[in-house]
């Protein structure tokens, strides 16, 4: 079984920045596509950041581009999503995925096989 377990969340003010971790207990974690999906308080879970299995293509969403930046070390079994210009509406429970069919980058959730519990993000006005 896999195994994510995220971490690096927190309270940060507005234009602050935070690095969330996800650590993978999967050796062959260069064959899964990774994904950061969110969900805030009364609102669905949404996909904000993939990567490719070697790093190669990257996707966000239009809410989040040119502000965070997904990437992974292969080597450590680590995702990482590097957050800058926080606004409030970041605000959200963060989870990281891992999906082992997909060659490129996966959006949908369904895609995703494995998920960690979350880290929480605050972001204060």
């Not at 899964?32 to 299995?53: D, H, L, N, T």
Request: proline share 2%; glycine share 10%.
């Amino acid at each position: 079984q896999v195994q994510l377990a995220e971490s690096g969340g927190g309270l940060v003010q507005a234009g602050g920045s935070l690095r969330l971790s996800c650590a993978v207990s999967e050796r062959t974690f260069s064959n899964y596509a990774m994904g950061w999906f969110r969900q805030a308080p009364g609102k669905v879970r949404e996909c904000v950041a993939a990567i490719s299995r070697r790093g190669g293509r990257t996707s966000y969403a239009d809410s989040v581009k040119g502000r965070f930046t997904i990437s992974r070390d292969n080597a450590r079994d680590t995702v990482y999503l590097q957050m800058n210009s926080l606004k409030p509406e970041d605000t959200a429970d963060y989870y990281c995925a891992a999906a082992q069919a997909i060659p490129q980058t996966a959006w949908s959730e369904t895609e995703y096989d494995y998920w960690g519990q979350g880290t929480q993000v605050t972001v204060s006005s």
